[in-house]
C-alpha cells in the first residue's frame, strides 16, 4: 500500500510541476491545496531537497520549486526515497535485498518468484511513469470529467 507521505510527495511535485514557470510555492501554499498537514509536507518536502528533486528559497518570494524537469523524475525513485523498498518481500527486493528467516531455499521458493514477477511489473511502471505523466494524466481524466 502507498504510504501517505509518498502518496503526498507525489502530489507536491504535481504542484511544483504545474508551476514550473511560476516563482517557488510556499508550503502553506502546497499544504492547504493539496490537504496536506504542513508539518509533515515540511518534512517530506525537505526530504525531496536533499535528494537533489527540489530547491527552496529563503525570504520574500520563497518557497520550494522542482530543481529537476517533471520528465527526469519517476515514480520509482520517489517511493524508494519515501517508502524504501517497491518489493512486498525483501527477498524480492531490488535494492533493500533480506533474506527471509523462514525461507529453506530462495531457488525453490514459490512466493519468492511470484513476488520477483510483482516487483519487476511494477517497477518497469514507476520507472516509466513521471511526474510530467501524472500531470497529464490529470489534464485528460479532467477534460473527461468535463466532457
Known amino acids: 500500500m ?12 504535481i504542484v511544483m ?5 511560476k516563482p517557488p510555492i510556499q508550503i502553506a501554499q502546497i499544504a492547504e ?3 496536506i498537514p504542513r508539518k509533515f509536507l515540511e518534512s517530506i518536502l525537505l526530504d525531496l531537497r536533499n535528494a537533489g528533486y527540489l530547491y527552496s528559497k529563503k525570504g520574500s518570494g520563497g518557497g520550494y520549486a522542482l530543481n529537476k524537469n517533471p520528465e527526469d523524475i519517476n515514480l520509482a525513485a520517489i517511493l524508494r ?5 517497491i518489493a512486498m518481500v525483501p ?10 528467516d523462514e525461507c529453506h531455499n530462495e531457488v525453490t521458493c514459490g512466493i519468492r518468484a511470484m513476488f520477483l514477477e510483482i516487483r ?3 517497477v518497469k511502471i514507476l520507472e516509466q511513469t513521471s511526474i510530467a505523466d501524472m500531470i497529464a494524466k490529470e489534464a485528460v481524466l479532467s ?5
Open 91 to 100: 527477498c524480492a527486493s531490488l535494492n533493500f535485498y533480506h533474506k527471509c
Open 2 to 13: 502507498l504510504s501517505k507521505k509518498t502518496k503526498y510527495a507525489i502530489k507536491a511535485l
Open 81 to 85: 526515497l519515501t517508502d524504501g523498498p
Open 120 to 122: 519487476d511489473a511494477s
Open 33 to 35: 491545496q493539496e490537504r
Open 143 to 147: 477534460a473527461e470529467l468535463l466532457g
Open 17 to 21: 510541476g504545474k508551476n514550473m514557470d
